[in-house]
């Protein structure tokens, strides 16, 4: 039986929709397919050598310990993927995204293949490495949620829904999911943008009424502004999924307005999936994200009110199975399964990367975290810090501070891993807590370079931004003559800090 | 049909002063729910809880639902479902007014909502060169309707965005009556008012030393004459007490609410440039306005009235205040005449009564019970502003 271990940053990921989504609907049907599939954080996993057929593929780990673990799994011979359900590496011009752009091209010379959520969000991938092994692994589509389960029912009123309202003169609307996110305007400022539409039930005899089932977070002083400008009645309620699929087997019809921008158009199918499986019609506007399940959806106001009245809708549960039958890689999660399955089955044998190196090393910057060290730590690697390196941590290499003697500090581990001409000149001294430390002099591993570095010193952002490609080079010019053949990572999590070429492999580094 | 809400937003301390008397109108002229809507830094500016008193006793006097908001999604929560008119004391689009700012932009669309003119200079409707220097011109309002005290073209700030909302009422602080029973310090002569808190002692200049020495040397030339003073700091600013100033042993505070305070039992009033010097002129008592000795701050708006600087200037005023305080207060009189500040109290009542009224029933009137009352007690309304106040600001008819 093969093993996938699907590695997500922390304990929170790990019981979000997202994941049971994506990975819960799919794990039963891979254990048909003899892939047995287990969810793990980071910090958690054993990152052993494989025993038997064994793949990691990594979901949302956007930091350093992602790296490390990737190229120590590489070393020993284990299929590494990348699973990309989100589009945060095509917007070349957005600079707020330069940690997850370099990140990807850090990961991706040491991934072996690829899951993408769409086939938008591979091409994006493979924009950057078109040679990589890429398989479309859609989100699944839930078990269907209608309540009766009578796949010849015409009519919704015959299938177990309630009673609509549309006899009355009113429509019940829904629309649901999160609301927000960091870097683009999308969930509720799309509700906002497209939602106008559907005043327009009111010409044709139906007051609409709009439930909004969200996360708090998105619903912010300008959030909220723009939704009660909506010509029509809304309420507000907390997301959650048993209110979720509540609202989902009430109402008439779900909203599912899509904007035209990159993040947006690579988005699964999986808000229609989950409303068309509850047995709701469903309305979408804007982008034709959904076009390949068209025949169950609307877009129109118009079309979609004449069928609420008519008792003829578009989606019944039979023919429900017709269009998701002709679709079964978009949703079937056996189908899906079965892709995935097949497609790590056809993976080269995986073969002990020769050309990584055996030392492994994770510069510290702006944005780096304790955990990324702890990990590094762990995994045996070196932990360096570098002139913009801000947490006091006992780092294997520290760089000196400002004003301080011009001499890097090694721990024990990193004497041990220092080239042996160089071993030979480290003095050793008592660090904090009387920890043994060695240290050397800047000028003696960087010769005349040593006293043309840039000040890392100062507050100001542009300073330090201008400094921070020299700086992060000039400790990788360092650590290279100290310790020879070495992989260097850069844990960054911070916008736009990042270096020119020929400095480091990870986050931070070149784009 | 659902009985409508009259929501009143307090955010700084100095709202409560603005909006009571309106809390009090809305509750006893219309059939309405009287909801106070009080933001978190509300309570976090009143470190004494002197105005949370204040309001838990108004909530009390008009059987008002009182809630505390954090965030745009906790206005939202009071207000969904609801209509009527949401008022707030001090509204503007700067960072200082943003509690409010943001409550106005998330309320429903069944909500009329109006901002008050919050002092005599105020951002947005009448502002001094320290107000542009500090917050620019172009500062607007989310509400629908701001009123104001004076004609439009007094308020020469207003942005040409703005003037469509303006609706002229006049001040509040004229509706307030001292509450009966209430226990003032003992009035000892005049009383000088501080905000030395204010942009105006920071941003053209520091100008807060020179007045405290002033003060000083002043109380110091009344000690020896065996008078005494009454200070009163600004109630937001309260600069004299959060900085934990020395003051004379002659010096009185009084640190009531304004509408505690009965201005006419004073001798004299001096302070900078602020809205109570426009308190204590309606008072009708000799008011004098501090202004630094080289003249650079802006005081363009108070011309008219007695400046003074030196300590030569306050002890002159205060003399002519004793021997011919008629010289002073006809003065005064002029002034109020020429800044066309509607100050008749029955007039100021009859104006918010018709906007309330608009606000909660829409355009009919049919919800002012007790209607504004044409035989106000006479000395409610100086003959002399009553008719200055018509001419010059022509009836702000209310709102559509």
Known sequence: MMRLTVVVPDDAHRRSAGVRIRYGRLAAPLAAKGVSLAVETIDQVVFGAAEGAHAFLFSKCLDARALAAAHGLRRAGVPVGLDVFDDYISQDDDSRLVPSRTWTRAMLPLATFAVCSTAAIRTALHAHRPDLPAVLVADPAPERTDPAPEPTDPAPAASGRPASAIGDGAIDLCWFGIGDNPFFPVGVHDLA?????????????LEPALTVLTNRRALTGPALAALVRLPFAIRLEDWSEDRQARVLSRVDA?????????????KSLNRALTALAAGAQVLTTGHPLYADLSDLLYTDVGRLAADLRAGTPRNTAERRAR??????????????????ARFLASLPPADAAGDLPDLVGVVHGHGSTGQVHKFVRKLGYLSIGGPFAHLPLAFDVTWPAPGADPDLRLSERARAAARADFRARLMPVEGDGGKRLYRIALADVLGDAAADLPSAVGPEQSVRLAAYGRG?????????????PIALYAAETTAPAWIGPGGLDGPGAAP | MMRPAIVFLFNLLQDVNILRPLVFLAARDCDADIVLLVSHTFTSRDRTALWQRELARLAVDVDAATHVFETSLDVYAVLEGRRGLLLAGSESDLFGHHETHSAMQVAPSGFLK??????YECVGFLQNQEHVLSHGRTVTFAADVICGWSAPHRLTALVASQRPKLYVTGPTAVLNRPRPGAVPPPVVGGIVCENLHSVRFRAAGAFGPPFMDTFNAFCATLASAGQGVTLRPHPGGQYVIKNKIALPPNVTLNNLPIYDVDLRAYAYGISAPSTVVLDMVFAGIPTAVWRDEAGVMDTTNYEGLTPISRLADWLAFVRDAVIRPDALLERQRAFVASCGIVADPAEVHRRFARLIACGVDGPS?????AGPRDDAPASFRPPSLQAAARDADGRGAPPP
Do not use: E, K, M
């Open chain 1, 193 to 205: 943008a497209f939602g106008p539409v559907l005043a327009g039930f009111r010409a044709r005899g």
């Open chain 1, 254 to 266: 779900v909203f599912l307005p899509v904007n035209g921008q990159p993040f947006s158009r690579a």
């Open chain 1, 323 to 340: 269009v998701l039958g002709s679709l079964a890689h978009l949703a079937d999660p056996d189908t899906i399964a079965a892709d995935l």
């Open chain 1, 472 to 484: 992060q080079g000039a400790v990788a010019d360092a650590v290279r003559r100290l310790f020879g």
């Open chain 2, 114 to 119: 109006v901002t008050l003119q919050h002092g």
């Open chain 2, 365 to 369: 009137v049919g919800a002012v019970r």
